[in-house]
């Protein structure tokens, strides 16, 4: 029994550093939540890319193929008054273009948690701390016998 004693201080470190290695480790499970949490923001932000793509490719083939649009689009850009008439020249760059929403870049952030390191020292520490008490436990009970 005595040498058991002693035996739960190296457990208790063992099982200090498998739990905070399994839920707050490098690759524990809170890391893995904030990086699945990271996923589903980049796909929301893909899907988002996707719409405005879309509607650029719409916006884009109206101005091609349809005259009200193209008359709107250029009284909107301050090139015409209500009775002009507007006729397309090709191969000319607007001056002035309108900006138009093309989405915003994403940037995943680095998850947060602790260190291998800090967990190997943190479980050193408290399997040492209760190594210490219960050999002090031993000590006192031995003075106390005295």
């Known amino acids: 029994m005595g040498i058991f004693k002693y035996l739960i201080g190296l457990w208790a470190a ?3 550093y498998v ?4 839920f707050a480790g490098p690759k524990g499970l809170a890391a893995y939540n904030y990086l699945l949490s990271e996923r589903d923001k980049q796909w929301d932000n893909i899907r988002e890319l996707v719409l405005i793509n879309e509607d650029l490719d719409k916006t884009r ?3 091609l193929f349809d005259r009200d649009t193209l008359l709107v689009h250029a009284r909107q850009m301050g090139f015409g ?6 006729i397309r020249i090709v191969g000319f760059s607007n ?3 309108v900006p138009g929403n093309v ?3 994403y940037v995943a952030q680095i998850p947060s948690y602790i ?3 800090s967990i190997r020292i943190t ?4 399997g040492l701390l209760i190594f210490a008490f219960l050999f002090m436990l031993e000590f006192i009970d031995k003075r106390a016998r005295e």
């Open 115 to 117: 260190p291998e390191r």
């Open 103 to 105: 989405g915003s870049i």
């Open 19 to 22: 739990l905070f290695s399994l």
């Open 95 to 97: 001056p002035n273009p």
């Open 14 to 16: 063992v099982a200090v």
């Open 81 to 86: 008054h209500e009775n002009e008439r507007f």
């Open 123 to 126: 479980a050193i520490c408290i």
């Open 61 to 63: 083939n109206n101005l």
